[in-house]
């Protein structure tokens, strides 16, 4: 599938992803917050799915950060703190 198609499938679904959590926060009633939590949860399946098949066609490349460079990062959060 195009690059440009499956980013916006993304973009599409982290928005969905965005509603979803907003409506099952902010729900009253038990029965609403059931069916926001329920559309929350499918479509946090999609967007994984999404994202790995956006892996497996090479549009995203994964590196694992090195040990060294969390270090340097969580020490400068400290510093701010």
């Known amino acids: 599938m195009n690059k440009y198609v499956m980013e916006d499938l ?3 679904t982290k928005s969905l992803v965005t ?4 409506g099952t926060i902010e729900s009253s009633n038990k029965d609403v917050r059931k069916f926001m939590e329920s559309g929350l949860d499918e479509t946090l399946k999609l967007q994984e ?16 950060v090195k040990d060294s460079e969390i270090t340097k990062l969580y020490d400068k959060l400290n510093e701010c703190a």
């Open 10 to 12: 993304l973009t599409l």
């Open 19 to 22: 509603l979803y959590l907003n």
């Open 49 to 64: 799915m999404i994202y790995n098949a956006m892996v497996e066609d090479g549009f995203y490349t994964i590196s694992n």
